[in-house]
Each structure stands twice: as C-alpha cells, then as structure tokens.
C-alpha cells in the first residue's frame, strides 16, 4: 500500500482520483527510438513560406529548438531530446510534420502515444542521466533504459497532455505580446530620437516643432563616475542591506530585481562616491558594455560595482529622458565603435562623458520620457505575467507527475 502511494502524484484530475497507481515502464518498451539528420542553417529559411514549411529543431533553447524552416520533414508527432552540447537532456513534444538535426533524437509512437505529457515526464527526469565528461551527451542507447512513471489509463494520460499543451499555448501567447511590445518600443525610440547628425526626430508629439540641440553627457550631469568592489576594501556580502548592482542586474536596459547583492551601510558609507539613487543612470563600461538602467523610484539607495558607470542628471535636463536616448540602437551602435579592449570590451568614463546628447525643450523631453516609461511599465507586466505561467507551469509539473523533480 505505501509503494503504490509512491506511485501516485500528488495532484490528479477527479475523475482518477482513486484509480491505479502509476506504472514504471523504459522507454525503448514505449517508443522507437531514432535521431535526426545533419542538415546545414544557410540551407533552411528564417521564416515560414509555401515553400518552406516545415519546422527544423536543432540543440539550442530559444524558440524551443527552432533552427528555422525547410522544404521536407522526417517525422510527425514526435519527442525529441538534445543529444549533445550544453542543452543534452532537454526533451520537447514536436506536434505535426518536422525536420531536426543530428543533435536531436527521435521518440516515435509504438506501445503508446508522443505526446505532451510524455515530453513532460521524460523532461523531468532526463537531466539526470546525461553524462558531463568531456562534452555532455544523452545518447540513444541511455534514453532507451531510462524509466518513467506514466498513468496506466490512456484517457489520464490524453488529459495531462491538454492540459499542458493550453498551458504552453497560453506562455506563447504571452511570449509573442511580450516580444510585440519590445519591437514596438524599439521602432518608436528609433523614429523619435534624430538619426546621427541630424536635429529632427521623425516622429513627434503635437506643438513640438523646434529642432533639438547637441549637448555633451557631461554638460547635463552633475557627476559621471564608477563603482568599486567592496570586498576589495574588506567588506563581505550581506544577506540583506543596501542593494548592490552589478551588469547582470539590467537586462533589455531594465532592471531586474533580485539579480544583485547586498552590502552594510557601513560597507555603503565607504564606497559613498558609488552610491546610487532614485533616477541615476548606470551604465556597464566593461563586458557587456553598453547596457543601461535607471535606478526605479522605490530604490532610495544602492552600490554599484566597477564595470558600471553612474550618470546624475542636472535639473535642466530630464533623467528618464537621457536614459532612453543612452538606449537607443544608435548609441548602442556607437558604443561598440569607441570601446577599447578586445578580449573584455570596455567604455572608458572620459568616453561616457564624451557622447553627444541631442536633446529638445524640458517640456517635450518629459513627454517623450514619460511615454517609454509608461511602456516600460507595460513591458514589465507582461514579463511578470510570463514569469507567473511559467512557475504555475512548473507547480503542476512537480505534482502532476511522479518520479522526478524540476
């Protein structure tokens, strides 16, 4: 009795609330098991066509594996899993007609159906039979004796699989919302800001018809100076304190919380020229240079380390502003033009201080700030909604399933 408790997930759809304990089955019992074949990315197309219809998957993670698309498929309906590489052991339902390359194998329907729900099984616990010596693999032959725990009932199994195919569904969709409001946010600072050279945005708001004026960064800020280390000056982190950013904290120039550390007020009031606050804008100078943050308003105070660079605007000037100018594609353009270094790219602070700003009138530059910044708003809501289906994802995987955990 308590073994088949073990076989039992802990959340089950109602109606098999008091059925059959789950079964432990090996995959090569289930399904035939092959690969896919060598196939060169100049030969496939980036988009769908009449022509190119079919979907490739390959190794990577983005788009789920989608290499792009091809005039011929090899399977339908099947599981494949990464073979090789840094992503060996992640498993995907492929539905309809696809091709994939030779770094993916193939789980065809035999004994029972590919589908959803056994991509999910197979998923949770795949990861733990990849081999890490030399360069990670999950081949055909470790696949094929790795067990699994599945409902015996093929309706338990079909409804798991629905389930989870909406849940996917829903993560695209908002996926695609998300990544809309990125473009538009991108055409929208590259039509409102002047092109290199020139005075006049394509694009503006209504009674706004002078041209902008070329400043210097430093002419508009206060100070331009950077971080330090503080461990460097004896300190440790904390568990809790001052927030303590680093590059990684800013990702598609927004901040992303809990990606920093913590240091003492102590450690704070040593490093005081670093110290940032409310509407400073940081910039990373070394590594991923380029990437730009603006210290949100509930942040009183924080640190930054010595790859970044903080910039505090003058009153003359509107901070959210600076900030989305700092981050349009052609200033990101131009970073990679001045940088030195090769190896560790890196932006001097003399360069900083250096870039040219065209800026209009204070009225049309809060105007113009407000507006990114009422879609960066947007932008973050759709990235926490996302983040909130993909934990409630992962909940129901923990306890839908049995054997396994993510």
């Known amino acids: 009795m308590t073994e088949n408790k073990k076989l039992v997930p802990k959340r089950r759809f109602k109606e098999f609330k008091n059925s059959n304990a789950w079964e ?5 019992d289930l399904f035939s098991i092959t690969r896919g074949y060598v196939l060169a990315a100049n030969k496939t197309s980036e988009t769908k066509s009449e022509e190119m219809v079919y979907p ?3 190794s990577q993670t983005k788009d789920k594996g989608l290499m792009g698309y091809y005039n011929e498929y090899l399977y339908e309906d099947a599981i494949t899993w990464t073979t090789d590489g840094a992503n060996a052991g992640t498993v995907n339902y492929r539905p309809g007609k696809f091709y994939c390359t030779n770094v993916c194998g193939v789980l065809l329907s035999k004994e029972i159906d590919a589908d959803k729900m056994m991509s999910a099984a197979l998923n949770n616990v795949a990861k733990n039979h990849v081999s890490y010596v030399g360069n990670p693999k999950l081949m055909n032959n470790v696949m094929a004796d790795i067990d699994i725990f599945i409902p ?3 309706q338990e199994r079909k409804l798991i699989s629905e389930y989870f195919t909406k849940i996917d569904n829903l993560i695209t969709l908002h996926q695609r919302k998300l990544e809309k409001m990125k473009a538009l946010k991108a055409a929208y600072l590259s039509e409102m800001f002047p092109a290199e050279g020139e005075r006049m945005p394509k694009r503006r708001f209504k009674a ?3 041209a902008w004026e070329q400043r210097k960064l430093v002419e508009l800020s206060n100070f331009i100076t950077k971080g330090a280390t503080p461990t460097t000056y004896g300190f440790k982190w904390e568990e809790d304190g001052i927030p303590f ?8 120039n927004r901040f992303i919380f809990g990606e920093f550390s913590y240091i003492s007020e102590d450690a704070n009031t040593a490093l005081i020229r670093s110290e940032v606050r409310s509407g400073d804008i940081l910039v990373a100078i070394t590594g991923d240079i380029g990437k730009v943050g603006i210290v949100p308003e509930n942040i009183e105070k924080a640190n930054i380390n010595q790859h970044m660079a903080k910039v505090r605007i003058k009153k003359d000037a509107y901070p959210y502003f600076v900030y989305q100018f700092l981050s349009t594609d052609k200033m990101q353009e131009k970073y990679k033009r ?3 270094g090769i190896s560790m790219p890196q932006l001097s602070l003399e360069q900083i201080r250096d870039i040219d700003i065209t800026l209009p009138s204070m009225e049309e530059q809060k105007k113009i700030g407000d507006y990114f910044e009422n879609f960066e708003n947007l932008i973050t809501l759709h990235q926490r909604n996302l983040e909130k289906l993909h934990k409630i994802k992962n909940a129901y995987l923990n306890e839908m399933f049995v054997g396994g955990e993510r």
Not at 24 to 28: E, F, H, L, P, S
Not at 245 to 252: A, G, L, Q, T
């Open 338 to 340: 001045i940088k030195t």
């Open 152 to 154: 015996k009932d093929k």
């Open 245 to 252: 950013f680093r590059n990684d904290s800013i990702k598609d």
């Open 24 to 28: 432990q089955r090996k995959v090569k």
């Open 208 to 210: 706004f018809t002078n």
């Open 56 to 58: 490739v998957y390959s």
